[in-house]
C-alpha cells in the first residue's frame, strides 16, 4: 500500500509509524485507519521488526475523526461521513485488530492533542507516554456518539472502571499529568525528548528478550487479565512452557545467563510459535 496520510520509517530494529496530516492535527479518516493496519499487518510479518513507536506529525498526536464535513460528518450516507468509516478498497476497521494482534510490541508516544479516536487507537497498544502539555479525551458523550475502537473494553482494563467512567461520563479534555496519575500514560516527558524516550522504552523490551516469548507472553497478558478463573490459562501455559523447554531459544537464554552474556535469540516470529498458538481460535499448528 502506498501511504499517503502515514509515514513508516525503520530506526534499527524499531518501526516509527508517524500520523501524517498535520495541517489537519492528524484528524483520523479510513484511509489513515486503513493504513495503520497495513503498517501494523506488515511489522507483524518482518521478523526485523522488534517493536512499533506510534506518534504524530506537527503539534497533536491525533485530533480526532476529521469534522471538517460539518454537521454531518459521521453521516455515512454522505461521502465524508463514509469516508470517516471507512475507504473504498481498503480495511480501516481493522487498525484496532492488527495492533491487538501484533506479535510486536507498540507504543503510543502521545506528542500533542489526542481526543475521540485519537486517544482510543493508542489503547490496544502496550505502552503510552506522553509529553507535557498534550492534552486527552474521551469526548464521545458531548458529541452524540458512544466510545469506540472497542475502547470501552480497552479502557476499564488500563485504568479500572471508576476512571474510565469518570473520563468517560463527562467526555472532557485533561491534561497529560491527569493521564498519568489515572494509569492511562506511563511517563510524561518534554516534547524534545518524547521520540528518545519511546525508543529507550523500545530497547528494554527488546534487548535482552526472545521475540518468540514477547510475542506469546503479550497475548497472554491482554487476553487472560480479565478471565474469571486461571484454569484455562494453566491449560495453555503448562504444555506451551513444555513445549518451548526443547527449543534452541531457551537452550540459548540459559547458556547466555551461565556465561554472564547477552542473548542472541535464533527463534522467528514468523516461524517458531509454538503449537497452541493461537489458542483463541481453537486451531493448533499441524
Known amino acids: 500500500m502506498d501511504y499517503e496520510q502515514i509515514r513508516c520509517e525503520r530506526d534499527g530494529p524499531f518501526m516509527i509509524i508517524t500520523l501524517n496530516r498535520p495541517d489537519k ?17 506488515q511489522a507483524d510479518r518482518d521478523d526485523a521488526v522488534r517493536a512499533i513507536i506510534v506518534t504524530g506529525a506537527g503539534r497533536a498526536f491525533c485530533a480526532g475523526a476529521d469534522v471538517s464535513g460539518g454537521a454531518k460528518s459521521f453521516d455515512t450516507s454522505g461521502s465524508h461521513g463514509a469516508g470517516v468509516f471507512s475507504s473504498s ?5 481493522r487498525f484496532v485488530e492488527a495492533i491487538f494482534n501484533c506479535r510486536k510490541p507498540s507504543i ?3 506528542n500533542g492533542g489526542a481526543v475521540g479516536v485519537g ?12 509529553a507535557k502539555g498534550a492534552r486527552i479525551g474521551f469526548i464521545f458523550a458531548r458529541r452524540g456518539l458512544v466510545p469506540e475502537a472497542g475502547s470501552a473494553w480497552f479502557l476499564p482494563k488500563l485504568v479500572g472502571l471508576p476512571q474510565a467512567l469518570r473520563w468517560c461520563l463527562s467526555g472532557r479534555t485533561f491534561e497529560a499529568d491527569e493521564a498519568l496519575r489515572g494509569g492511562l500514560v506511563s511517563e510524561v516527558v518534554e516534547p524534545a525528548e518524547l521520540l ?3 525508543k529507550e522504552i523500545a530497547h528494554e523490551m ?14 497472554m497478558l491482554w487476553r487472560f487479565a480479565g478471565a474469571p478463573d486461571p484454569f484455562e490459562l494453566l491449560d495453555i501455559d503448562k504444555p506451551m512452557s513444555i513445549e518451548r523447554g526443547g527449543h534452541a531459544d531457551v537452550r540459548e537464554g540459559v547458556q547466555a545467563f551461565i556465561e554472564k552474556r547477552s542473548p542472541d535469540f535464533p527463534g522467528k516470529v514468523s516461524q517458531d510459535m509454538p503449537s497452541q498458538y493461537p489458542w483463541w481460535r481453537g486451531v493448533q499448528k499441524p
Request: charge should be neutral.
Open 196 to 198: 528518545a524516550r519511546a
Open 25 to 41: 492535527l492528524n484528524a483520523y479518516t479510513g484511509r489513515m485507519g486503513a493504513e495503520i493496519t497495513d503498517a501494523f499487518e
Open 119 to 130: 486517544i482510543t487507537m493508542a489503547l490496544p497498544m502496550d505502552v503510552r507516554i506522553a
Open 108 to 110: 503510543a508516544a502521545i
Open 89 to 93: 478498497g481498503t480495511r480501516s476497521g
Open 206 to 219: 527488546t534487548a535482552e528478550t526472545s521475540p518468540v516469548s514477547i510475542a506469546l507472553t503479550r497475548q
